[in-house]
C-alpha cells in the first residue's frame, strides 16, 4: 500500500482504536479523511463521533481517550481534539520534507503495486461495423483506455479488447441488399464506409417496407451463420472497411494494444450458453423465446422482464453474446471484468451479470463492473449534429479538435514573441486530442456533457492544454538546471519554509490515495481535480519562490519540488491517455 500520509495515519489510528477501547470492536469507517478546511489540520478522524453512537457515550470525551492513546509521529504534530468529537492532524513539514524527497526520481511518484494482481479485463469501445462510431464509442474508448492504464500502473495482467459489434442481422439485409445493386467496388477495393452506411440505410428503409426483402435478408443471415464461402467474404469485406475506418480513430487518439474480439468469436460457443441454461433449469420458454427470468427486474408496466437468450426463430442476440463472452472471459482466467458501455445499457449489463451468476458462470471473487457514461451533448444541450443534420464523424470532430489547436498554439506563442515550435503539426495533435480526453474524463462520467471545443482548449481553467503547458513549463527549468537528464544523486534534503512550498508538497505526497480511489470507483474526474491542484499549488510556489536564482541547498530543494511535479503531471496524464511535450 502506498507510503501516503492517509494510508499511514489510517494505520496509526487503527491501532489507538483497539489500544483505546479494545479488539473486539467493529472498526468504524471511514477512520481518517483528508479535511476541507486547513484551520482544522490536514487530516481529521470521525471515529470518536461514530463510536459514541454506537456506545452511547460523550463523543469530545472518546476523542480525547482516543488522541491519547494516538501515535502518529513523525508523520504529524500531536492530536488535537475538537468539538464535537474530532481528532485532527497536522502533517509534520519534516516528514513532509523527507517523504518529497523520497519521491524525486520515482516515475510513479508513490503509486505502489496493487496488494493482489489480477488478470483485468478491460471491454470498451465497441463500435458496429457498417455503422460510424459515434460519440458514444468515444467516449467508451477514452474512459476504457484509461481504466485500463490505472489497471496496469497497479501492476494487474491487462486485457484490453474491442466487442466490435460484427454479427447479426444488419448483415443480412446489407448482403441481401448488396445482391441487388451490386457490389460496392468490392472487386475494385474501393469502396469507403460512407458508402457502406448509405447502403445501410437504404437497405434499413426495404427491410421496413418490403416483406419480400426481409425474406431473403433472414435467408442471408442463415447462410452467413452457416459459413457459406460467398456470404463470408462479403461480411469478412465489410467487416474490414469499418475496422480500418475505426484504425484512424485509434491512431488519432493514441489507442494502443486494443485487441478485436468482436461479437462473431462468440458465434460458436452460443447454443451451448442456451443448452447449459435450460439444463440449469433457468430457461422458460415463452411465446416461442427461450427467456431466462430474474428476480428484481420488471418492465415498465412493472411485469417480472426476462434476459431473451434465443430468439422465436431461433436466433441468437447481442445478450446471449455478452453471456458468452463473459463466460469465456472468466475460463481464461479473468479476475475482474469491467465494462465500458454507455449507461443506457445499464439494465443489460445488470441482467447478463445476474444471470452469469445464477448459472455459475460468475464465481464469487470474480468482479463484474459496468463503467456507465452520460452522453456527450453539442452546444445548446442537444444531440452532436453537423449544420446539415447528420450525426458527426468521430475524425472530423479530432480533426476540428487537432487543427482548432494548431490555432491555439500559433496564436499564444505570437501574443507572447515566441517561436511557434517548429513541429507545430505534432504539438498540435498532443494538444487537441488532449483537449478532448481531458474535456471528457474531467467530467463525473455518470453525466451528461456539452462538448465545447472553446472551453477544452482554453488555458483558464481544469483543460489539458493548461496542465501540459505547465509541464513543459517545468521541464525548461530542469532543462536549464541540467536536471532533464536525471536527478542529481547527491542532492541536499528538502526544505519546505514557506507556506506555498508546504501546499505543493501535501498536493504531491497523495498521488498514491487518488489513484487508488480512482481504481476503485473508476471514476477519472478526481485524479483530473488532483493534478489540476497541483499544477494550482505549483503555480502559487513559483510566484512566490524563486527557483534557478536562489541558492543552495534552497535551489535544489526547490528544483526537486519542480521534478515531482513535472513527474505527477507525467503520471497522471499518462493515465489518462494524455501525452506531454517537454517544450510547447
Ligand atoms: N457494440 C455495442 C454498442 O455499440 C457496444 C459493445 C459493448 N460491449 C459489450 N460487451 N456489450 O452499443
Redesign the pocket.
Known sequence: MAATPQNLLRARVGEAVAAAFGDDLEMPEPLVVPTSDARHGDYTTPVAMTLARTLGRSPYELAQRLAAALQVEPVADPPEVVRPGFVNLRLHSAWLAQRVGELVGDECVGVDPAPAPARVVV?YS???VAKAMHV??LR?TIIGDSVANVAELLGHEVERVN???DWGTQFGMLIAHLDDRGPLGEEAGSGDLAQVEALYREANARFAADEAFRERARRRVVELQAGDAGVQKIWRWLVGLSMAENQAVYDLLGVRGLVARGESTYQPMLAKVVADLEAANLVVVDDGAKCVFVDGFTNAEGEPLPLIVQKADGGYN?ETT?LA?LRSRVEQGAGRLV?V??AG?SQHFQMVFAVARMAGWLPEGVEATHVAFGLVLGEGGRRLRTRSGDSVRLVDLLDEAVQRARRFVVERAEERGEAVPGDVDEVARVVGVGAVKYADLSQHRQSNYVLSFDRMLSLKGNTAPYLQYAYARIRSILREAGWDGGVPDDRPPVILDEPQELDLAKRLVVTGDVVSRVAEDYLSNHLCTHLFEVAQAYHQFYEHCPVLRSPEPLRSSRLALCEVTAATLRLGLGLLGIEVLDRI
Do not use: I
Open positions: 471491454d465497441g463500435p458496429n458514444g464509442h467508451s466487442h466490435v459489434g447481442y455478452d463472452a465494462y458501455v454507455d445499457q
